[in-house]
Every structure is written in C-alpha cells, then in structure tokens.
C-alpha cells in the first residue's frame, strides 16, 4: 500500500494523486500542522477556512470509500510539518511509498523531494496551461506578456471562440471595464455559510495573536457551497463585474466582484468549470460580453500566467528587488493608525474579511509600498499572510512581479504606480480623507502625489527610457525647478514622519 498526501490547497476529487491511487488499498493522508499554519502568520480566517475545508473534504472521501488518516492541529501525536505525518504514517502502515500532486510552494515542493521515504510527485491537473506548455510558450521571446499568453489559452480551451476568431471581433474589452465607482451596488455580495464552531474555538485559541478578525466567519467550505456562491454571483454580481471592477466605495468591500478565488485556490471549484458557467451566461443573454471576457482573462489568462511564471522563474522569485528598496513594511499595514482614507479602509477590509479586490490590492496598498520605497519581501510576506487565497504560486507574482516591480520587469512593462488622481477618480475614498487629492504640496498634500514624483524622481535612471514612461517624466520636467524641489523636500519629510511612527 502506498500513501497518497492531500494538501489543505489540494481539495479536488479528481486531483491527480487520487486519480492515480486505488482507494481499496491505499490510504489518504491528511494533516492540520504547525509548519503549514504558521510559516507566515497567517490570517486567522485563512487557517479556519483551510481546516473547515480539509475536514468536509476528508469526510467526504471516506463516505466515497477512501481510508483516510487525519491529523487535527491538537492531536498530541501531531509531528508538526506535512514530511513528519508522512513520515509517521508510513511508518504505522508499513506504506511502500508516498503519491502526491505537486504543491503550489516551493518551500514544500523541496521539502518534499528531500524526504526519506520513496516518492512520486505527480503534475497538478487543475490548470489550464501545463508547465511544459508555460515554457514553451515563454521560450525565445524577448518579452513575455500576459495578453499574447491568454490568446493561446482562449484558442485551447475554446472559451469566447468564434471559429479561430475572438467572439465579438476583439480578444479584450478592458477597455469598457474602467467605469468609477457607481452611486450604489445592485448586488448584495457573497453568500454567508455557517461555520464549523469546532474549529472556530481551536483557531480563537491557537492564532488568537495573529493579525486579523476571526468572527464573523462566512466563507463556503466544501464544494457545494462553493457552487451555491458561484451561481449567486453569475445571477447577480456577473453583469455588472465588468463595467464596475477597479472601482472602490468606502465600507463597501465586494462590490460586483465574485469572491471565489478563495475557493478555485483550495480546489473547491474547477477554473475551467468555472469559465464554462460564465460563458454561459453570456451565449444565453444574460451578462454582457465585456463583463464575461473580463472574468474568463482574469481566470485564463492572469491566473494561469501567474503559476506560469513562478514556475518559470524559480525558488529565488521572492528574493527579488530589482529597485533596491529596504523601507520597512509601515505600521499602518498591521492596522496602525493612518490618516490616508483609502489605506486605512483597505487595511481594515483585509483585517475584517482577509479579502480585498484587485484594485485594493494594487492600487492603494501595492501602489504605496511601492511609491514608499519598501522592502518586497516584506510586501511579499504580508500579500502571503493576509489574503485567504494566497498561496505563493499565484501571490508572489502578483506582489513581487506586478506590484512591486521587483523581478525587474518580467511580469509588467511599467510600474503600477499613481497619484491620488486614479484613486480619487476610481473611488470614494479621498471626499472623507484627512488629506486634500487636489493639493500637490502643503500640509495637507496627497502623500501618493508627493511620493509618486519622488519615487519617479529617485529613479530616473531606471525608467526614463521606457517609452511608455516618458510622458510622465516630461509633465515632471515642465514643472518649476522650485515646485520639484518642494515636492522632493515634502515627500522626504514625510517619509521621515512614516518611519518615526508619527501619525499620518
Ligand atoms: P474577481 O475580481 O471576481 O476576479 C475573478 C477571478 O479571477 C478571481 O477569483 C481569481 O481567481 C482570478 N484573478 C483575477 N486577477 C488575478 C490575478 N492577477 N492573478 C491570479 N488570479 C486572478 N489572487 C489570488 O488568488 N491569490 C493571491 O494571493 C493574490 N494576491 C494578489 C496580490 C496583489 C498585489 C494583486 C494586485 C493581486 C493579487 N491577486 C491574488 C489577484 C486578485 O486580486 C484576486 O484574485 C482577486 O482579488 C480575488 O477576488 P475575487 O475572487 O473577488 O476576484
Ligand atoms: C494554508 C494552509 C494552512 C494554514 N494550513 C495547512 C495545513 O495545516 N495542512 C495542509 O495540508 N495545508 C495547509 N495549508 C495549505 C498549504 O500551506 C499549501 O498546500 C502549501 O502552501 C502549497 O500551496
Ligand atoms: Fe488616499 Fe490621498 Fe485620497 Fe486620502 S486624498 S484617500 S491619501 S488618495
């Protein structure tokens, strides 16, 4: 008999180690561990969801036959790491070896393949792109760019295909996906599931210091719920996701996104299944194409493109710091004290619901840590401890590649940077800031207007060159030799302010 290990992200009846082990004489494995639960610390919501998911999981493989050993995080025989249960139960049943789909970190891919024991490490199904695909895609291209990647995937999977033409005419809408924040939401957000109290009180006990509300908890977690979640926003949140998707409203966190990446992540539902509903709703009139475009790039394209490259570029990605920046990770991200309206909301939505949406993530938090000049690792690490569906096969390269610039410029060709002005047009958030959008300089300035010219400024060597850079160093250039001097004075004593603990 051999052991076949199920990871907390893994949670797929059709993963690729259950498709390849026999349920009559082999044994799942499947273990809550200290390693797992605190490599970063992790939101308490994400270790509760993974624990509640992992359970009905476990369940529902043994009602579907399988022989499954489970460990709780409170088992006084609990080793502590993923390689010591499989260790342990190899040891109890005598296994002749251990079948398992390759995780989605390196950490544990290597961990993995140094165990003592007989192995055999099988390719993760639940993508669209394989990595062979990935890399020969990717080879002998001078720049690697995510929309010619989605093209491929569309003519593969099908989706959105009009013959060998893109329906419609055009492979990408975003252009009509750009409206501001609207006056009110029609949709009511997710869909609230009871939680298992049982693990609520282990969570509330053991990771009662980690950043983060554990209650109310909601999230599905088993696929049905998943499913329910998933129906509920094609019926109401999909028609409106497109037009409404960078836009942000103060206290309203969803907005018309769909909140499944939670569940797509941990294996609750199938990314392809997924894209097959949503083009569904399009062929039968009932969600409008760039909306239905818009979600199948987001999934086809970006998610796949993200493993892709993580794969491709190997365990050292997350060391990555292509602009050199060593700020410390600002208090405020650990729900310090701001006076910036549109940090602080986005900080309190990630402590509340381990959640914010796309444009959050880049354009307020990333945008800021980047302007402010800090260290990506520490940008990488908080992405990876704080969002429910962050593993780092999808987070780092979003956080160090798309946000951060900090792999140097595979993943974006420019810098995601702004000044108040995107948020001011985007959101809410500037009418209830303490600060002013529309001042460049003064006591009251924007810090993303001060810091967006400083960060333009201090590299100057890296970034005049790029064509899709020079008009923003040209308007920098036309100011008055006094006002840039004022702006650099500012923003440097500001910066001062952030790193002395001062409020701003
Ligand atoms: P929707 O807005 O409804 O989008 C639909 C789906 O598209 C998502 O569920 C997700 O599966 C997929 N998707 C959209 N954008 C991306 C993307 N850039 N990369 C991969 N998948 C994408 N996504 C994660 O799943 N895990 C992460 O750890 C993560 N970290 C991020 C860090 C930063 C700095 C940024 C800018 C983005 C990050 N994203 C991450 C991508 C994106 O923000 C989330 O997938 C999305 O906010 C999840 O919410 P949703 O399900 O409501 O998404
Ligand atoms: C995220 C997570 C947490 C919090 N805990 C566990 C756990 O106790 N056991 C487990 O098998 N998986 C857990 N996970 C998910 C893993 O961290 C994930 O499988 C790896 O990071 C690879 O993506
Ligand atoms: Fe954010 Fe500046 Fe607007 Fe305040 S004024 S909410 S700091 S963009």
Redesign the pocket.
């Known amino acids: 008999m051999r052991l076949v290990l199920v990871l907390g992200d893994q949670l797929s009846p059709n993963l690729s180690a259950l498709k390849k082990a026999d349920k009559d004489t082999d044994v799942v494995v499947m273990a809550e561990v200290a390693d797992e639960a605190s490599y970063v610390p992790h939101h308490p919501k994400k270790i509760a969801f993974t624990f509640m998911a992992m359970r009905k999981f476990a369940k529902r493989l043994r009602d579907d036959g399988w022989q499954v050993d489970y460990t709780t995080l409170d088992d006084p025989d609990n080793t502590g790491s993923i390689t010591g249960e499989l260790i342990r139960r190899a040891s109890n049943h005598d296994a002749a070896g251990v079948v398992y789909t390759e995780p989605g970190e390196w950490r544990l891919i290597e961990a993995l393949a140094e165990m003592p024991l007989k192995s055999h490490c099988l390719p993760d199904t639940r993508f669209i792109a394989t990595h062979k695909e990935f890399e020969d895609w990717a080879e002998d291209r001078k720049q690697l760019r995510m929309e010619y990647f989605y093209r491929e995937m569309r003519r593969k999977t099908g989706l959105l295909m009009d013959g060998d033409k893109p329906e419609g005419g055009k492979w990408n809408y975003d252009h009509d996906n750009r409206k501001p924040a609207p006056d009110q939401v029609e949709f009511d957000g997710p869909l609230k599931f009871t939680p298992d109290n049982a693990v609520i009180d282990l969570v509330a006990d053991r990771f009662d210091d980690n950043f983060g509300d554990l209650q109310p908890f909601w999230f599905a977690t088993d696929a049905d719920q998943a499913q329910e979640q998933l129906s509920h926003w094609i019926a109401g949140g999909l028609p409106k996701f497109g037009d409404f998707q960078d836009a942000m409203l103060q206290d309203q966190p969803f907005l018309y996104h769909s909140l499944i990446s939670f569940y797509i992540n941990a294996g609750l539902l199938d990314p392809l299944e997924v894209c097959k509903q949503v083009a569904d709703a399009y062929d039968n009139g009932d969600a409008p194409l760039n909306a239905v475009e818009g979600f199948i790039r987001q999934i086809i394209g970006w998610r796949e493109y993200m493993r892709g490259i993580y794969f491709l570029e190997g365990p050292d990605y997350t060391a990555r710091n292509g602009l050199d920046h060593s700020r410390d990770l600002p208090d405020l991200y650990w729900g310090g004290d701001t006076q910036?309206?549109?940090?602080a909301q986005a900080v309190k939505q990630t402590r509340e619901h381990a959640y914010a949406h796309h444009i959050q993530r880049l354009m307020i938090t990333g945008n800021f840590a980047l302007l402010a000049g800090v260290d990506p690792a520490q940008v990488h690490e908080w992405y990876l401890a704080f969002y429910a569906d962050a593993y780092e096969w999808v987070e780092a390269p979003n956080v160090i590649g798309m946000s951060q610039f900090a792999d140097g410029g595979i993943i974006a060709s420019k810098p995601y940077i702004s000044s108040?002005n995107y948020?001011?047009k985007m959101s809410d958030?500037?009418g209830s800031?303490a600060?002013?959008?529309q001042d460049k300089t003064g006591e009251k300035a924007?810090?993303?207007n001060l810091l967006y010219w400083h960060f333009l400024d201090r590299h100057r060597d890296r970034f005049e060159g790029n064509p899709r850079m020079g008009n923003m160093y040209r308007v920098w250039d036309r100011m008055d030799a006094e006002k840039r001097e004022t702006v650099l004075a500012e923003a440097d004593a500001w910066l001062d302010k952030l790193d002395d603990g001062q409020g701003v």
């Open positions: 910036m309206n549109c940090l108040g948020i001011h958030y500037c800031c600060y002013r959008v924007c810090p993303f």
